[in-house]
């Protein structure tokens, strides 16, 4: 048995989006297609280790037959290119003694308690029909059903495109046509990592970035695509959740995403010098998401700032009506987030990203040796480019003026993403001792200036609440209480500026974990 790769690009969207695209001209096949039910059983071990190790094992029945799969998990969005081992197996639990050419026996026999069980279920409506795009032939997939778990059932719609033969290219040109008119966002979740977020119950909360694998063979070129697929997985995960219930903590790991992805693009530009769309690309997602700030700053301020103030000042007449001002400004704010994400320029432009790291020319492109160079070597330079840069521009950081102290932040936070990108390069035991008293140093200093800077916008908030919206009188105690917060605020100011300053002197006495 052996390991073909599967390639197929899977999109997310709703019941009625899913019947329309039943009915697209690029989507009709030469005969019927009927719709077949498929029941397919996860298998794990009581402690999870197959999911621990990246892989999945499922058994599905269709019809008298039974199909035996393992599979490795993604790590990215949309487009999974992973081995799959698949066979005919004689009943509904899993067949061991046909999985030798796969990782399962191995992981089993290190386990402490290798018995497989059921984990969860699916039930799946498919209807696929073979089509061509382009050059190539892709089998689109549709898919209408359920996940079943002990603890709750949840529905989900797909459309998967599979590549049987061609190119990734037609995958993503198809995958582009029908977005500009039915509602499709790439999937960030295969139906097993679904299933695995349902019991733990973290499907529809925010997560935080997790971390990316590069390979120690992996160039520099493979290590920028590992790291913005992380990334967009990081964001569609926490679109997803965003949307749903508008919890500011989704919004928040939204933009964390975005930072990231635009870092890499900065941190990755001289291997990705000859392509154009580089530099286009990344000034496009910095200008669609521009509302996102205005947005969290207001999240940022009714969850720490105005509740530090009230707590402070519980007499204050004024602050009860400046949170109300602010908590109607922040509705606002989140709808025009919400309809960000939900335009067909956003949605186009995620896909546009994805196709651009898979089949863009930057991936062949002559000339650029930088993206051609070990990960690690480059990823050396680049860490220590902005070190320097930190010490150069942080000296005497309590005394420099705001948007000087504003480029060091900006410094310090690619610092800090380049340092969790690149870890996994840095294995040995000395290399990741060093990298945590690095990324803790590091990430105090990032905490006084982000304290800082929050303080900054919250004069910005305060002082258009005070001035009203669309001429609006603002009654004089809501002025007088917003005066009186930013007053407070400034309080902090010196002694954070002296905080910030010993955290850059002790982050440049922690010895780099790259050297």
């Known amino acids: 048995m052996g390991a073909p790769r599967e390639i197929e690009l899977k999109l997310q969207c709703e019941g009625a989006e899913l019947a329309e695209l039943g009915r697209h001209p690029l989507l009709q096949a030469d005969g019927a297609s009927t719709p077949t039910i498929l029941v397919s059983t996860y298998f794990d071990t009581a402690d999870q280790a197959l999911h621990a190790a990246g892989l999945t094992l499922r058994v599905r029945a269709d019809g008298e037959r039974h199909i035996q799969t393992v599979k490795v998990e993604g790590t990215g969005a949309g487009l999974f290119d992973r081995p799959e081992w698949e066979c005919d197996i004689a009943g509904a639990q899993p067949d061991l003694t046909v999985l030798g050419e796969t990782p399962v026996p191995a992981l089993l026999a290190a386990a402490d308690r290798p018995e497989l069980g059921r984990v969860f279920a699916t039930v799946v409506e498919r209807t696929t029909r073979m089509v061509r795009h382009g050059e190539s032939r892709i089998a689109a997939t549709f898919d209408q059903g359920r996940i079943e778990t002990p603890e709750a059932d949840a529905p989900f719609w797909e459309l998967e495109l599979e590549l049987a033969d061609g190119t990734p290219g037609d995958l993503f040109g ?5 977005g500009e008119t039915v509602s499709l966002r790439l999937g960030p979740l295969s139906k097993s990592a679904r299933g695995l977020r349902l019991i733990d119950g973290t499907l529809r909360r925010p997560s935080k970035a997790g971390p990316v694998r590069l390979e120690p063979e992996a160039t520099a070129g493979d290590a920028f695509r590992a790291i913005a697929q992380a990334c967009l997985r990081h964001l569609r995960l926490n679109e997803d959740v965003f949307l749903h219930s508008r919890d500011p903590e989704g919004l928040h790991q939204i933009r964390v995403a975005l930072r990231r992805l635009r870092s890499a693009f900065s941190l990755f530009k001289a291997a990705l ?12 997602i910095k200008r669609v998401s521009e509302p996102f700030g205005h947005a969290r700053n ?13 707590k402070k000042r519980p007499d204050e007449p004024g602050l009860a009506d400046l949170r109300a001002r602010l908590e109607a400004e922040r509705d606002r704010a989140h709808d025009i987030v919400i309809a960000v994400l939900e335009s067909q320029a956003w949605r186009g432009l995620i896909l546009d990203l994805a196709a651009w790291l ?12 930088e993206r051609d160079r070990a990960a690690g070597e480059f990823a050396g330079d680049i860490l220590d480019k902005l070190r320097r840069r930190i010490r150069k521009r942080g000296r005497h950081l309590d005394r420099l003026a705001p948007e000087a102290r504003h480029e060091v932040r900006i410094a310090a936070k690619k610092l800090r993403y380049g340092a969790e990108f690149f870890a996994s390069l840095y294995r040995e035991r000395k290399a990741n001792k060093r990298h ?3 990324v803790a140093a590091l990430s105090d200093l990032q905490d006084h200036l982000g304290a800082l800077n929050d303080m ?7 002082a258009a609440i005070a001035a009203g919206r669309d001429g609006e009188t603002v009654p004089g105690e809501t002025g007088f209480a917003a005066g009186l917060t930013a007053a407070d605020r400034e309080t902090d100011t010196k002694a954070l500026l002296k905080a910030a300053a010993q955290a850059h002197e002790d982050l440049l006495e922690v010895k780099p974990f790259w050297g």
Do not use: I, N, S
């Open 298 to 310: 207001l999240d940022v301020f009714l969850e720490t700032t105005l509740p530090a103030e009230m």
């Open 456 to 462: 900054a916008t919250a004069h910005g908030v305060l």
């Open 273 to 284: 010098a000859a392509d154009p769309a580089a530099q286009h690309l990344r000034d496009e």
């Open 436 to 438: 945590k008293a690095f």
């Open 358 to 369: 898979e089949t863009g020319p930057w991936r062949e492109a002559a000339g650029t040796p």
């Open 174 to 178: 198809l995958a582009q046509t029908l």
